[in-house]
């Protein structure tokens, strides 16, 4: 029989947190040694190193969750998944663009959603050697140190897509950040600090968002569509439109931004 236990935010992010720190070790030892890669829809890449760590995830915590669901970009989508309640939402690397060309800005990411919101989530950089972790209404940490986003600085350190940075009409001055190959790591820097603020282009999808937004929900901040709005994860379409992730006035006035841009394409 499936097991029927009632597992706690801490049984399950105990179980997650373990589980992408191995997860990272097994994608770190195909760092630099130039993995097989294949192109998926003929444009982005996908190495033996992302299947290897997909594999090892999908067996360890569907064995130990048999009933949840499963959501993650190198598996294929099985929709019987929405039947669960919860749902483990894996992304074995994000940032594999990065991974392949030997630069550390990359994870694993895995997330447990229930009724389309992230319960936990993980982030491992094991080539950077930090750890995100964060519980919904149990707050977030980095390598164990709480997490707090900051105050945005003047003028405003801002990542994302040049062409929706130029496309924004803010109320402050801004810099833009340098290119960031990972989306979830990107997400990160806001809940630490390290950028005030990011936009998010149109087709991110949950494996991309849903442990890096608790982390940044519970640092403080928040990530939304044009609507105001955060994501729903877990739903029969993974993908999700144009976002903004930050905090404070500064979020509120990217969200116009976003809604401005919105309904000049439409």
Known sequence: MPETREFTPADDL????????????????????????????????????????????????????????????????????RAARRTFVVDPIDGTRAFLDGQPTWCVSVAIVEEGRPLTGVLDCPAKQELFVATLRGGATKNGRPLQVNPPREPALIAGPKAMLASASLDRRVNRAPYIPSLAYRVAMVAEGALDATFIKPNSHDWDLAAAELILTEAGGRLFGPTGNPPVYASADPSHGALVAGSGPLLRSMVGALAAMSASTV
Do not use: C, H, N, Q
């Open 14 to 81: 105990a179980l997650i947190k373990d589980a992408a720190r191995e997860a990272g070790r097994i994608a770190l030892s195909f760092f630099g040694k130039s993995p097989e890669v294949w192109m998926k829809g003929g444009t982005s890449p996908v190495s033996e190193a992302d299947y290897a760590v997909d594999r090892y995830l999908r067996e360890i915590l569907t064995a130990a969750r048999p009933t949840y669901g499963w959501l993650s970009e190198e598996t294929t989508d099985e929709l019987e998944r």
